[in-house]
């Protein structure tokens, strides 16, 4: 007799806006048609990294019976909840974005969600092969903060990754980006990460970036 189980063969989600409520009266601001499209697109690109993540938590997944026969109550629940916990971070993410880029007003500070988002984007669906130890999050608070100077955080996340100690997925390198100082988006995900407003794959995402550029080496 065969297991009673649940999967999840495929999943399709879609990003949208509300036309009718995205709109703005050009006359109350300073900023230009072409620089506010591009800030409004990276709210979007915010919503659409949260979607990636949702799918990427969630399709191909196998579902036991929860009470042994065919009752799927339990893992409608379950996927509810789930959805709901990334839609709450998903608008916490937008409210930082609109406040660290003061509606792009913060050119600087829109240059650096620039990144991120593309960082994040980049993935196609978010990692899931990540094994973070939990007492790493501290460090990356401490070094958020200024308590932890870069060249210490770096080795200390480079040995990790070298002895298995912490998993992130396998990463190209592109050669060295030129420059060894670490990016402030880089420094941001750590704080986020550190106080739970991004989850693991979010922060690991930058630590491919690193690895990419070649500011970590772990080969």
Avoid at 187 to 199: R, S
Wanted: proline content about 3%; overall charge negative; aromatic content about 12%.
């Amino acid at each position: 007799m065969e297991p009673c189980e649940y999967k999840i063969t495929k999943l399709n989600l879609s990003t949208s806006f509300e036309k009718f409520n995205s709109w703005v009266d050009l006359d109350d601001t300073k900023i230009s048609y072409v620089d506010l499209l591009k800030h409004e697109q990276g709210h979007f690109d915010i919503a659409q990294i949260h979607a990636q993540e949702f799918k990427a938590g969630y399709e191909g997944k196998t579902f036991a019976c929860p009470s042994g026969v065919y009752d799927d109550d339990e893992i409608f629940n379950e996927i509810d909840n789930h959805w709901i916990e990334i839609y709450e971070r998903s608008n916490v993410m937008q409210k930082t974005y609109d406040k660290e880029t003061d509606h792009y007003n913060d050119k600087e500070g829109q240059a650096e969600w620039n990144k991120k988002i593309v960082s994040l984007l980049s993935t196609g669906v978010y990692v899931k092969e990540v094994s973070i130890p939990a007492w790493i999050k501290n460090n990356a608070g401490w070094w958020a903060e200024g308590q932890i100077p870069d060249s210490a955080f770096l080795q200390g996340i480079q040995f990790l990754i070298k002895e298995g100690i912490m998993v992130i997925p396998a990463t190209e390198t592109s050669g060295s980006s030129g420059s060894q100082e670490v990016p402030a988006w880089i420094k941001n995900n750590a704080e986020w990460w550190a106080k739970g407003q991004i989850d693991d794959n979010a922060f690991v995402s930058g630590i491919q970036y690193l690895v990419k550029v070649g500011i970590i080496k772990v080969s």
